[in-house]
C-alpha cells in the first residue's frame, strides 16, 4: 500500500507539470539518497523519491531538456476550440512560461540547483587562456576568493580541455569557465560561462526570473555580481577601472543563454 501511495504521489506530481506519464518509466534505481527513480525515456529528465520523510521528491532536468519540460508546461494551457488547437494564456513565450514554471516549483517545493550558462559562440570576447592570465595576475576582482585551472590531458599532443573554476563547489555560487569547442571536438570557437547556483541562492535567483523575464539580463547581472576583470589603477581591486572589454561583455544582449534546473 505504502509502494501504491509512493507511485500515485511522484505520478501526481509529474502530471502537473505536464510530463506525459505514459513515457516515464520506474528505474528500481535511486541515487542523492534516494531508493528510487522514474526516468523519462527520451529526455534527460528523472524524478527522485522514496527517501526520508522530509526528503520529498527531487525533479532533475537538464539544460539539453529544458526546451521540451517548458513546452510540456505549456501544452497543459493547450485546448481545443472551433478554430482549432489554441492556448488559454496570452503570453506562450518561452521566457514567460519559464517564469510560470519556476513560480509553479516555488508554490510547491523549493530550487536545490540552478545551472546558468552564456554561450560566446566564435570567441567575440573572451577566451580560456586569457581568463587564465587574468585570475593568475590578480586582474579579477569580485566576491570570488579562490580560483583553479585544469587543463585536461593531452591525446595525441592535442589539448582535450581546458577549464578556468570560480569559488567553491560547496559555496552558493561557483563558476565554471571552459572550452566547449576542446571538450565537444569541434571546430567552432567556443567558450562556456556556467553558473552552479545552488542553496538559498537558487530561490532567490528564481524569484528574480519570475519578476522580470529577462533572463539574459539576469544571467549577466549574476556575473557582474560576483567578479569584473579590472585595469591596475589602483593598489585596491575595488577601486580599479573596469577593462572596457569586459564592460562590452558583460552588457552584451547577443550571447546564447540557457538553463539547467
Known amino acids: 500500500d505504502r509502494e501504491i501511495g509512493l507511485f500515485d504521489s511522484v505520478y501526481s506530481i509529474i502530471s502537473s507539470f505536464g510530463f506525459p506519464s505514459d513515457l516515464m518509466d520506474i528505474t528500481g534505481r535511486g541515487g542523492i539518497g534516494y531508493k528510487n527513480s522514474i526516468k523519462h525515456l527520451y529526455e534527460n529528465i528523472q524524478v527522485f523519491f522514496d527517501g526520508t520523510d522530509d526528503m520529498g521528491v527531487h525533479v532533475r532536468v537538464s539544460g539539453s531538456a529544458i526546451q521540451y519540460a517548458l513546452q510540456c508546461f505549456l501544452d497543459m494551457y493547450k485546448v481545443d476550440s472551433s478554430f482549432g488547437y489554441c492556448y488559454e494564456i496570452d503570453d506562450t513565450s518561452m521566457p514567460f512560461i519559464l517564469s510560470q514554471y519556476m513560480s509553479k516549483v516555488l508554490s510547491v517545493g523549493h530550487f536545490t540547483r540552478i545551472d546558468v550558462a552564456i554561450d560566446d559562440l566564435g570567441i567575440k570576447y573572451f577566451s580560456v587562456s586569457e581568463m587564465h592570465k587574468y585570475f593568475d595576475e590578480e586582474l579579477v576582482s569580485g566576491k570570488f576568493r579562490n580560483w583553479d585551472v585544469n587543463k585536461g590531458s593531452k591525446l595525441d599532443g592535442q589539448l582535450r580541455g581546458y577549464t578556468v573554476y570560480a569559488g ?18 569541434m571546430n567552432i570557437p567556443w567558450v562556456r560561462w556556467e553558473f552552479e547556483i545552488k542553496h538559498a541562492k537558487a530561490d532567490v535567483f528564481a524569484r528574480q526570473v519570475i519578476n522580470n523575464n529577462n533572463f539574459g539580463e539576469l544571467a549577466f547581472g549574476l556575473l557582474n555580481e560576483y567578479m569584473r576583470v579590472i585595469v591596475r589603477t589602483s593598489t585596491r581591486k575595488t577601486r580599479c577601472k573596469t577593462l572596457d572589454k569586459w564592460v562590452d561583455f558583460s552588457s552584451c544582449d547577443v550571447l546564447f543563454i540557457y538553463s539547467t534546473l
Open 168 to 185: 567553491s563547489r560547496e559555496s552558493d555560487v561557483y563558476l565554471r569557465i571552459y572550452d566547449k569547442m576542446l571538450e565537444q571536438n
